[in-house]
Structures are given as structure tokens and as C-alpha cells.
């Protein structure tokens, strides 16, 4: 049955592409390879992204960690997992002209549509830029199969001017990144409740940061719930919330947020404009 399911063929690549699989931009992307289309060796993510308003497959939780950082970069205006390398006359010019072989299929025997996991479009000043990022385990680079096919996804992408970086878990789980992954799902305003209180509780959830400078966050926090007769943990929500929309601002490599003191915040000047859309 794993065969039947996961087994690349012409007919499968032909599917594919009729599907709009690996085109588009922003919410009208469709990556080429989904959660449910290959084995995983770990855990898998389907996403939903504010900044691309679309669900994201991901096939590892380096992909969603790396994620996380291209979310979290507002000079990133586009991120598309999973994107083709659909030429494979390049990508099989390029193995030759390495001398090593190009990926198949291990059943049918199919050359496949190698990918990168991301393709990211990026935005500084009026320049816009494409890089994309390979995200492997950096054990995996004692492979040197892997290598190879590395390789040939950076010639490919670099011969059509798209930057190209290797990316591991040693750059993304770091302490920013488990920051963004506690505050990432608190973005959307739908985690607060009543949506008729939330900006009147966030205005207040900044005063009590304000008054109190020296004392953790978490203890702001729930004296806040307790204050106001909040369910416990709504403060700590409003925390995520809050700096998941730039509306507060901390240095996101220190430690956990909610164990530093409220004087390592700054409210976003912005704040009542909407910080963050």
C-alpha cells in the first residue's frame, strides 16, 4: 500500500501539474508536495499563515521552525514550501555534468520533479528579491547523497538568479525560534474570545506592563486575569497575542518572554493603528 501511495510516476506528475500543483503566489499557491503525498520521519505541519491567508504543508519541524523566522521577517512577502524544480532536462544537465545520478523514483524508476522547501519573495525598499532555502538536519549533511542533490538544487535554482542557502535546525531551533513558536499561534484575534473587549483589554493589559517595570511577566499576567476575573492564562494569551502582532517588542534570543521583566518590552508606537495587519 506505501508503494501505491507514495510512488511517483509520469501519470502522478501529469496530475500534478493539471492540479496547479507548484504555481501561483499567495494565497493562490499550491505547493507540490502536500503533508498527506510523502512519508514522513517526523512530525508533520499544516499551517495556516496570516501573511500568505493559506495553509501551509510542511514536512518536518525544521520546515515549520524555518517557517516561523520567514513569517516573522516582514521584508518576506511571499513564502512558498515545496516548490518545483519542474525542469527536468536542467536538473538532469546539471547531475551529468556532476557526475552523479539523478534522483528517481526507487519503484517506478521515474526521474522526479525535485524541490526546494522554500521559495521566498522578499521586498526591500522597491527591490523585490527571490532566494530560496534547502532545510535539512545537519546530521544529514554527513550524507553524501544528500550533497549531491543538494548541489544540484543550487546550481539549478542559482543558473535562474535565485539565491540559494542551506538551512538547518542549529539556525532555527534557537531561543528566537522557540519564542515564535509559543507566540505564533496567538496572532489571529479569534484566541482572545469576545472580539467586542479585546481592544479595551489589550489597552489595559499594556497599562498594568507600564506600571509594574520590575516584575515578570508572568506575574503581570496573572494579576491581570485575577484583577479584571479573567479565566487564568487569558494574560499570558494577550502577551502571545500582543507581540505576535508588533504591537509589544522584545528581544526575542534572551530566554522566555514570560520570565522577563516588563521593562525588556516596548509598546509599538504604532499601537492603536494597527500594529500589524
Known sequence: MARKKYGITEA???????????????????????????PSLGRVHR??????????????????????????????????????????E?????????????????????????????????????????????VKQASELDNGRVLEK??????????????WRLVTEKEVKTPVG?????????????????PVHTAALSSRFVDSILGAPNAPMWCI????????????????TFLRHLLARKVLTADLSAGKLQDRPASSFAVNPMFGRNARA
Open 12 to 38: 502522478r506528475i501529469r496530475t500534478y501539474l493539471k492540479e496547479g500543483r507548484g504555481q501561483g503566489q499567495g494565497a493562490g499557491y499550491k505547493p507540490w508536495l502536500r503533508t498527506n503525498d510523502v
Open 47 to 88: 499551517v495556516y499563515c496570516p501573511k500568505t491567508t493559506r495553509v501551509h504543508h510542511f514536512l518536518s519541524d525544521t520546515e515549520y521552525f524555518a517557517f516561523l523566522h520567514f513569517w516573522w521577517d516582514d521584508t518576506v512577502v511571499d513564502i512558498r514550501e515545496q516548490f518545483p524544480l519542474l525542469d527536468r
Open 90 to 134: 536542467g536538473t538532469g544537465r546539471i547531475a551529468d555534468s556532476l557526475g552523479v545520478k539523478h534522483p528517481v523514483d526507487p519503484h517506478s524508476r521515474v526521474p522526479i520533479v525535485m524541490t526546494t522547501d522554500f521559495l521566498l519573495t522578499l521586498y526591500t525598499g522597491s527591490l523585490q528579491t527571490l532566494k530560496a532555502s534547502a
Open 150 to 163: 543538494l548541489e544540484i538544487e543550487r546550481i539549478y535554482l542559482e543558473e535562474r538568479g535565485v539565491e
Open 178 to 194: 522557540r519564542n515564535l513558536e509559543w507566540i505564533f499561534p496567538c496572532f489571529d484575534e479569534s484566541c482572545l474570545g469576545d
Open 221 to 236: 499576567c496573572q494579576e491581570f486575569d485575577s484583577a479584571l476575573g479573567l479565566t487564568p492564562g487569558t494574560g499570558l
